[in-house]
């Protein structure tokens, strides 16, 4: 009942995680529009303090929308705020990576190929590198780079790099994608609780009392709520990137996974340029056309590994596969032959399925130590939803599944 009840909570927390991410994803891009798009008003507005005001129809009505310069000339009793949507997002998307990663670390987080870890120093270095990052991101908006936007993009986009594959030496592939996610949502959260909210209460405050308002929040919060907004895209492919294991288990899958949130921020640039009146239709064409480019590339050589996998070779000197390899008691020589017999057709480093050219979800049971990894998600597949073998392709039998149950139970 365990390994369901697991499944169930990790849905929900994802589930409420995704409510809150489209939410705040989706006021991000709204304001963005709006700012973008507001006219000059007519005088009588301006001379009310209006800065630009839009007129826009939606669920059967018109809305007038105005944008002041500073501020109305008294605060309305009940005032808006969008904050709540970053901060739900990030505590929902923090909660969902403690219980999918940090309580099923040796399964999702560490990867003894890549380095053997206990539980405690992958989290520990998940939790560092995050608050570096942020700190990192920190420093370069109060460095000299700052004042250049080439210099400041190139050194983001450099410090970017350097985490990324550092997530990737010490992780498994899906667990460094979900801390360079986990990364870039914290800097977003950053800007909106350091700057971005503390710079709009200030402005409240000032106005409120007939103060003359100082800009400079106001800009600094405008330059990370710019920053968030071309982080939108990026993030949301790390979000979803765990479902595709030919980009997180690719030999190169850091500067594979760069090139295709760079591309993304490219083609987010599109739609900012084009709600600020300027179509610039070259900028999709060759996002669209980079991201295409880069599919084949990264797939072309699967594609032709899997046309010679296909052809049978004969050699007498091949290993027995159905053998059970590191295998130390009768127990686990028995739970590897199923293993081996029904799950690594898909579940190998080498997978020699028609469809499944990569480990689903990164899950290779190549020996004992993979299996005692994944032994709780085998349970949960194989015997307790009973959804895997997929399609039940290899014939796992029911006194196979009662078998790995008895034998993988905690």
Known sequence: MWPQ???????????????????????????????????????????????????????????????????P??????????????????????????WMYYFNAQAYLIDPRIMELTSIQAVGIGLGGVLAGVICYELLLRSPLSSSKSLFIAAMILTGALFFYGFTQVFSGRGAFIHMGVLIGSIMVFNVFHKIIPGQRKMVAQVAAGEQVDPAPGLEGKRRSIHNNYFTLPVIFLMISNHYPMIYQHQHNWLV????????????????????????????????AMMLALAVVVSWPTAKNS????????????????QP???TSQHQAEVM???????????????????????????????????????????ARTVESADMPFMNKTGMTEGERAMVKELLKP
């Open 5 to 71: 009840l697991y499944e169930w909570i990790a849905l929900f927390i994802k589930w409420f995680h995704v409510i809150c991410g489209v939410a705040w994803i989706g006021a991000s891009f709204y304001f963005t529009w709006l700012d973008n798009s507001l006219d000059t008003p007519p005088k009588w507005k301006k001379d009310k303090g209006i800065k630009g005001d839009l007129w826009a129809v939606h669920g059967g009505g018109f809305y007038e929308v105005a944008k002041y310069q500073v501020g």
């Open 73 to 98: 000339e008294q605060m309305p009793e009940k005032l808006h705020w969008f904050k709540w949507e970053a901060y739900t997002t990030w505590l929902t998307g923090t909660a969902l990576l403690i």
């Open 257 to 288: 996974a760069l090139f295709i949130m760079l591309i993304s921020a490219w083609i987010r640039h599109y739609f900012n340029l084009k709600h600020a009146g300027k179509t610039q239709p070259w900028v999709l064409a060759s996002g669209s």
């Open 307 to 322: 046309i010679e996998e296909s052809v049978p070779v004969a050699s007498d000197s091949s290993p027995n596969q159905s």
């Open 325 to 327: 390899n590191m295998a």
């Open 337 to 379: 032959t199923i293993i081996q017999e029904r799950c690594s057709s898909c579940h190998s480093q080498n997978p020699t399925d028609d469809v499944f050219t990569v480990a689903p979800a990164g899950a290779a049971f190549d020996d004992w130590r993979d299996i005692e990894r994944w032994s709780a998600r085998i349970v």
